[in-house]
């Protein structure tokens, strides 16, 4: 059979790491023949496969959106270099509040895991971590909900007004009782 040239910086990396497609089909969980479309550059892999291979082989994940550059003066392809720059993470709040902080925290995980060239067990555990900051970040916001509310309840205003409301329905029991409960 014959082996079609790779197209892609992805499919020339798999082309030399000497392993068969068998072994790559094993590695990735497909089949030979996708495999074999991978290293022609007629397919690429999706996200899972593209780190398996990072993993294991070392082909970086965005190598297979880079087209294959023909040799200058007919010398070997050598090596395969990231098409993106990184993005600066966003600016931080100042002076922020615990809630702001959690909120700013947030984002540079997410933009971490947007933008970086990681391993499988590491957006693993940055998707862990991910989830650590959004219930840490519920928490806050419960607890100021909470603190608004107390504030709100023990004003000397609110607590005038609930005096008003209740003794102008003091003709009506039931009517009192259920606004009363409405608005503890």
């Known amino acids: 059979m014959l082996k079609k040239k790779p197209t892609n910086m992805g499919g020339l990396a798999l ?60 010398g070997a392809h050598t090596r395969i270099t990231p098409t993106k720059k990184f993005p600066a993470y966003p ?39 991910e989830s650590r900051a959004l219930t840490a970040l519920a928490r806050i916001e419960t607890a100021q909900e909470l603190s608004e509310d107390r504030y709100v309840k023990n004003h000397p205003a609110w607590i005038a007004l609930r005096g008003r409301i209740i003794a102008a329905l003091a003709k009506h029991p039931d009517a009192a009782a259920d606004v009363l409960k409405a608005i503890e």
């Open 15 to 74: 082309s030399k790491s000497g392993k068969s497609l068998s072994q790559i089909a094993d590695l990735c969980g497909v089949s030979r023949s996708t495999c074999g479309h991978w290293r022609s550059g007629h397919a690429k892999p999706r996200q899972a496969g593209r780190e398996v291979l990072f993993e294991t082989m070392k082909i970086p994940v965005d190598a297979w959106d880079q087209p294959l550059e023909k040799p200058k003066n007919g």
């Open 91 to 129: 600016d931080p709040p100042e002076n922020p509040s615990t809630l702001e902080h959690a909120q700013w925290s947030l984002a540079c995980l997410r933009h971490d895991m947007k933008h970086r060239e990681l391993t499988f067990s590491a957006r693993m555990k940055l998707r862990a971590e």
